[in-house]
């Protein structure tokens, strides 16, 4: 019995082909025609079933669906005994921007089915991504089959499986399912910028796919949690032809997981001391921060916050603080006009239809639209510029401003004012569901959201009271237990900068990194005096040169100029172009930087180093969505961008000579619990 049970287009036409091609399969297998009265033209979602408190599903007439003739095609589909479900669902969490008007249609049934397991057993913050729809689609076929023994097979977006949104859906999928098998086709260029959808991708999309092939079978006693992985710089061909040599799942090199809990599957065996060392931060002390009360967690920092997200970087961001401003003002202008406008129609319920739509004139996110119909008008401060880290080594001008911020954050206390940026220091590392390389970088601007890993989480040393004044926001339990251990002469900076020295150790990223990668870092002692002290100095050398890089001394980079167009003349850069064997930089048509060292892209932030991050950014970029073009260039310092590229390069030699020290001074067999009774 075969039934297409993916035809969600809303024209006849795909529906049609499906049924043709269906029949002439069987045509050619059987060498006689035979109509095929199995598939049905219905959202598949829709059918999604009510599922009692007992576990049961029940069973409801459908509406009618098109014509009669289809109705009861759905009718008899529904009184099935489905015990094989195969499909390619559809992956799309939602419109990915607020302008489309074009939100994903809700599902309320199926969604509360969400909510009542994958969502209610996650542990993530954000859980939004539970509702894509190919997650929609797992949770469909896991409650159709209704108890019964049977097959689902999806060839899907593959993020579930290590995405630390999804904790609650590996969960569940481990409690309804007795043998789980994953196939990994990679292919995620957003994860891994090298490569490239339509070369290394099986769609060629941007998303990593996968096979799953998940197992009911209530004689089986034995569960089995299996994973194969492709390797990820394969092309399309050689994965697809590794698809066609194997043929079977039988054939397949599977590796069992057993993971140490069921929702972190690729997760290796801890590493037993990870559980003694000093957490970073808990949500329960930030809690206790943030609301005036005593917490009895022991932690090194209180407080601490996400990165700046805005919704809008491209309106919000900018190099120039003059285009900045006038950017923010016409979107300022079109936001109260349409404000107006909406006041004197009576205030229309369908607001997403209502406000303009045009990118070029202002770009919508669910947070301004909540303040739109709370009536709050904009207004434009001048004050509200500052100055902040975009991303590694890339200093921005953005407008800090609560209204046209999506989420700012605990930022209005970490660094009120701009003076607040010459005392107070930060420690940016990745937040809990990071999925790049670790890596941690010192700030003493705000902080995009996107700075160079996942979620970023920043660690100030000062909080501010409203009335301005600060706080050191290291608490004093991490500090009586570092006293009690290396004397009552640590300060509480001297922590700081043993805990940055500690994120930098080559031998502390490598141990544990999967741990890192699943939650907020946690930070060992060290049994000899003397290492501690020496972590505290290169932590402090460390801290110095990340934040100060813009007055160090540029790395002599081989200077050729060609004659045949003046440089000198016009240092405006336009794009930087990284040779194919990475030691040159063509900076314009008359200038190139050789003789790079190699060893500089050894220095690595989310993925990439940080030679390649400012070469990204640094060049002429327009947004494609709102015609804003971000131009690097100062008339007032036309040799900056060459600087910053050399001045980057003697940071990266001089964090990976530190790093290299680090390694010297401290071995792992220093390393002792910080909480013995963990």
């Known amino acids: 019995y075969t039934e297409d049970l993916f035809c969600n287009e809303i024209m006849l036409l795909p529906y049609y082909i499906a049924s043709l091609n269906i029949e002439h399969a069987y045509y050619e297998r059987m060498g006689e025609y035979e109509p095929f009265p199995g598939i049905c033209f219905v959202d598949t979602l829709e059918l999604a079933e009510r599922v009692s408190s007992n576990g049961g599903t029940v069973v409801t007439q459908p509406r009618l669906y098109f014509v009669e003739e289809n109705t009861q095609r759905v009718l008899r589909e529904k ?6 479900i195969i499909g390619n669902p559809p992956y799309n969490v939602g419109q990915k921007r607020e302008n489309e008007n074009n939100k994903n249609r809700p599902y309320q049934l199926l969604d509360q089915r969400i909510r ?24 469909w076929a896991s409650d159709r089959l209704r108890g019964r023994d049977g097959i689902v097979c999806f060839v899907s977006n593959n993020s579930f499986i290590d995405h630390f949104a999804f904790d609650g859906m590996r969960h569940h999928l481990l409690q309804d399912f007795i043998h789980i098998y994953h196939l990994d086709l990679h292919g995620n260029v957003r994860r891994n910028p090298r ?10 999309i941007q998303v990593g796919v996968g096979i799953t092939l998940a197992i009911r079978a209530a004689h089986q006693q034995e569960r089995r949690l299996a994973y194969y992985r492709i390797p990820e710089d394969w092309r399309k061909e050689e994965k697809l032809n590794f698809l066609r040599e194997k043929r079977s799942m039988g054939q397949i090199p599977w590796q069992r997981l057993e993971p140490a809990t069921p929702r972190r599957w690729l997760e290796l065996a ?17 809690r206790a921060a943030t609301s005036a009360e005593d917490s009895d967690h022991l932690t090194i920092f209180a407080a601490y916050s996400l990165g700046v997200q805005t919704g809008r970087n491209v309106w919000v961001y900018d190099f120039d603080r003059s285009r900045l401003t006038s950017k923010v003002q016409q979107m300022i202008d079109v936001y109260n006009s349409d404000l107006a406008r909406w006041r004197r129609a009576n205030r229309p319920a369908d607001l997403d239809r209502f406000v303009s739509a045009d990118e070029t004139k202002i770009k919508w996110s669910s947070r301004l639209k909540e303040y739109f119909l709370r009536q709050v008008e904009a ?79 920043c ?54 990194a999967e741990q890192l990668k699943h939650e907020l870092p946690r930070i060992p002692l060290l049994k000899r005096n003397e290492a501690f002290w020496a972590a505290v100095s290169l932590g402090r050398q460390l801290l110095d040169l990340h934040i100060h890089y813009e007055r160090l001394d540029p790395y002599p980079l081989r200077e050729i100029e060609d004659e045949r167009f003046s440089y000198r003349a016009n240092r405006r850069i336009e794009r930087l172009r990284l040779s194919p064997d990475r030691r040159t930089i063509q900076v314009s048509s008359g200038l190139t930087l050789a003789d790079v060292p190699e060893d500089c892209f050894r220095y690595v932030l989310g993925g990439r180093s940080a030679l390649e991050w400012v070469l990204e950014q640094y060049q002429l970029r327009r947004d494609p969505h709102s015609g804003i073009v971000l131009d690097p260039n100062r ?5 900056y961008i060459v600087r910053l590229l050399k001045q980057v390069v003697t940071v990266s030699l001089q964090t990976l000579t530190l790093m290299e020290e680090l390694e010297q001074a401290i071995t792992p067999e220093d390393w002792q619990a910080a909480c013995p009774s963990a």
């Open 79 to 84: 009184e099935a005994d489905i015990m094989v």
């Open 116 to 139: 009542d397991t994958y969502v209610r057993d996650s542990q993530a913050t954000n859980r939004s991504m539970l509702y894509d729809a190919y997650v929609r689609f797992f949770r």
């Open 195 to 204: 490569l490239s959808g339509t070369t290394h991708n099986v769609f060629g």
């Open 270 to 286: 801890p590493a037993p001391e990870w559980r003694s060392f000093l957490p970073l931060g808990t949500k329960e002390s930030k």
């Open 379 to 457: 207004r434009f401060q001048a004050n509200s510029i500052r100055r902040a880290l975009y991303r590694p080594f890339t200093s921005m001008y953005l407008y800090f401003d609560p209204l046209l911020n999506q989420r700012q954050g605990l930022w209005p206390r970490l660094l009120p004012t701009p003076a607040s940026e010459e005392e107070n220091r930060l420690i940016c590392v990745p937040g809990p569901g990071n999925r790049k390389p670790f890596g941690c970088l010192a700030a003493n601007h705000i902080t995009d959201f996107d700075l160079a890993f996942e979620k970023i989480q």
């Open 459 to 512: 660690f100030p040393f000062y909080v501010y009271a409203d009335d301005g004044s600060r706080q050191e926001n290291i608490t004093d339990g991490a500090l009586a237990l570092f006293q009690r251990h290396y004397g009552p002469q640590v300060s509480k900076w001297d922590l700081f900068h043993y805990v940055y020295a500690i994120l930098h150790h080559p031998a502390y990223r490598e141990r544990y």
């Open 635 to 639: 008339p007032d310092d036309p040799d």
